[in-house]
Every structure is written in C-alpha cells, then in structure tokens.
C-alpha cells in the first residue's frame, strides 16, 4: 500500500437537488460542489462556445463524444487509483475501451505520479464548511511540496487557456484541504493523457496559484449571489 495516512478524510455524502450537486459535510450542511460552482458561473463565451460545438456536431453526436470521453476517464481514473493503493497497474484483458484507458494510466504514471514523494489519498472527499465540497483526484507530496493532484482524460491534447476551470479546481481543493486540516497547500498538479495517449501536465504554484485562488473566491461569490 502505497497511501501515507497523513490525515484522516471525513467522508462526504452526494445529492442531486434541482440539476445542482450537493454534498452533505459531516456537520450536515448541504453545500454545492466545486463543479456545480464552476459550471453555474461560467462566462457568457464559454456557454455560447459549448452550445455551437453541440450545433456544429449535432446533438446526438455530441452526446457520444461526452459518453465515450466519460467512460473512458472513469476507467483511467480506476486503474491510477487502484496503482496508488496497490503498486501496481492492474490488467486491462482483453476489452479495447479497457486497454486504452490502462494505457492512459500508464503514461501518467511514467511521466507524472513518477515525481509524486508521498501519496496521502486517493478520491479524497473534501469541503469548506458551509460553502462548497468536492473530491480530488489525489492528495500527497510533489517534488517535496504538498500538493492537490488531478488526473484528466481528453480526446485531444489541450492549450492551457481551455483548462482555466482545472485551475481553479486545484485552487478551490487546495483552500478546502487548508481550512478544514491546517495543512498549507499551495501547489496543484494536473497530470492529462488524450486518447492518443500524449501526456500533458502544469503546475501551479508561486503567483499564478494565489491568483487562482482570488479568481476562486471570486467565482464562488457570484454563484451566491445567484443562487441565494
């Protein structure tokens, strides 16, 4: 086992209430998840970009895509946790789905998990009291400094100016992690494989992670002020 239990994660319970993710954190507050946050405060671009990607692919097509690219990250998402906790990669069969997405997972262990120091849990459930939850990836040590670790599947590979809502997912679980465990977080990892198994990988730190940070906080101010 490869999980240094460093702290000790309350679990965290889902519900969906209206088309909104909720969670309920230990002390029983019903709270949206990071996602809903970040989806129901989206810019104007953003949703009119989706909407004219969904005309231009048709909706069925589209639809496919999303389904496929799920299921696929759902699967990398398995084989990366069950390494983490077992050292080893499990075997793929003989299902092609089930063969890509262990792949996938072996490029992000090659080239990412290969600089992770501790590993201090998988599927982490996290939250900041009274405001928001969610569950990261992983949570550990990266290149000796603590660090929100999340692992992306995408069809192709990515510019850094698509993912700005990746960022602010590391800066929102950072802030959780902080809060509720005293820790001081301040690095967030994302380690991304497309399809065609091209690995990418950023790191936030220094200034550009306290700015997303602020953009963070930012975000979940206007999601309650619209919705509350």
Not at 132 to 148: E, F, L, Q, R
């Given at each position: 086992?490869?999980?240094?239990?460093?702290?000790?994660?309350?679990?965290?319970?889902?519900?969906?209430?209206?088309?909104?993710?909720?969670?309920?954190?230990?002390?029983?507050?019903?709270?949206?998840?990071?996602?809903?946050?970040?989806?129901?405060?989206?810019?104007?671009?953003?949703?009119?970009?989706?909407?004219?990607?969904?005309?231009?692919?048709?909706?069925?097509?589209?639809?496919?895509?999303?389904?496929?690219?799920?299921?696929?990250?759902?699967?990398?998402?398995?084989?990366?946790?069950?390494?983490?906790?077992?050292?080893?990669?499990?075997?793929?069969?003989?299902?092609?789905?089930?063969?890509?997405?262990?792949?996938?997972?072996?490029?992000?262990?090659?080239?990412?998990?290969?600089?992770?120091?501790?590993?201090?849990?998988?599927?982490?459930?996290?939250?900041?009291?009274?405001?928001?939850?969610?569950?990261?990836?992983?949570?550990?040590?990266?290149?000796?400094?603590?660090?929100?670790?999340?692992?992306?599947?995408?069809?192709?590979?990515k510019k850094t100016e698509w993912i700005q809502?990746?960022?602010?997912?590391?800066?929102?679980?950072?802030?959780?992690?902080?809060?509720?465990?005293?820790?001081?977080?301040?690095?967030?990892?994302?380690?991304?494989?497309?399809?065609?198994?091209?690995?990418?990988?950023?790191?936030?730190?220094?200034?550009?992670?306290?700015?997303?940070?602020?953009?963070?906080?930012?975000?979940?101010?206007?999601?309650?002020?619209?919705?509350?």
């Amino acid at each position: 086992m490869m999980i240094t239990e460093r702290y000790s994660y309350e679990k965290i319970s889902r519900k969906q209430v209206e088309g909104r993710r909720l969670y309920t954190t230990p002390n029983g507050d019903a709270v949206p998840s990071v996602t809903t946050i970040l989806d129901k405060t989206k810019s104007k671009e953003k949703r009119e970009a989706l909407a004219n990607w969904k005309k231009r692919v048709g909706e069925q097509k589209a639809q496919e895509i999303v389904t496929e690219a799920s299921g696929r990250g759902t699967r990398m998402h398995k084989y990366l946790e069950d390494y983490i906790i077992n050292s080893e990669l499990t075997q793929a069969g003989s299902n092609p789905f089930s063969q890509q997405s262990r792949k996938m997972a072996q490029e992000i262990i090659d080239n990412g998990l290969c600089d992770v120091d501790e590993f201090w849990g998988v599927e982490v459930p996290l939250y900041f009291p009274k405001i928001y939850a969610g569950t990261t990836d992983c949570v550990g040590t990266y290149k000796g400094n603590p660090a929100i670790i999340d692992f992306k599947q995408t069809n192709k590979p990515k510019k850094t100016e698509w993912i700005q809502d990746y960022f602010l997912q590391l800066a929102a679980y950072s802030e959780a992690h902080n809060e509720v465990h005293g820790s001081e977080i301040k690095t967030g990892v994302i380690l991304m494989c497309s399809a065609d198994f091209k690995f990418q990988m950023w790191v936030l730190e220094g200034e550009e992670f306290e700015n997303n940070v602020k953009t963070w906080w930012n975000r979940v101010e206007q999601y309650y002020l619209k919705h509350h």
